[in-house]
């Protein structure tokens, strides 16, 4: 089952951006599978049925520093009886403790 859908910060698609898929594993997330953003800031993961999480890290350059970005969607429910779901957005914002200088 595939999973499509963009990554933006600021209204802007980001391009280059990981996207790891984490399923619950006892008590602890854990990655069951990983994608980049391509053009125009979309990707695809592929994963099975059931709750999973959606965590994406990127950066951009504003001003001639790195800003790291981050975002996450928790609590995707990936149903068993379909084989897509398209239009997630995975809206990214700065990580403030790791701004470069």
Known sequence: MAITGKTV????AIEEV????????????????????????????KTNPGTI????????????????????????EVPPNIRRMDRIVIELAPVPDEAGG
């Not at 910060?9 to 802007?12: L, R, W």
């Not at 053009?39 to 695809?44: A, D, P, R, T, V």
């Open 9 to 12: 910060y600021a209204g802007m």
């Open 53 to 76: 999480r959606l965590e994406a890290r990127g950066k951009i350059f504003k001003n001639n520093k790195e800003i790291p970005l981050s975002g996450r969607v928790t609590a995707l």
């Open 18 to 45: 990981q996207v790891r898929v984490l399923r619950l594993d006892g008590d602890q997330w854990k990655e069951s599978a990983s994608g980049r953003s391509g053009y125009h800031g979309s990707f695809i993961v």
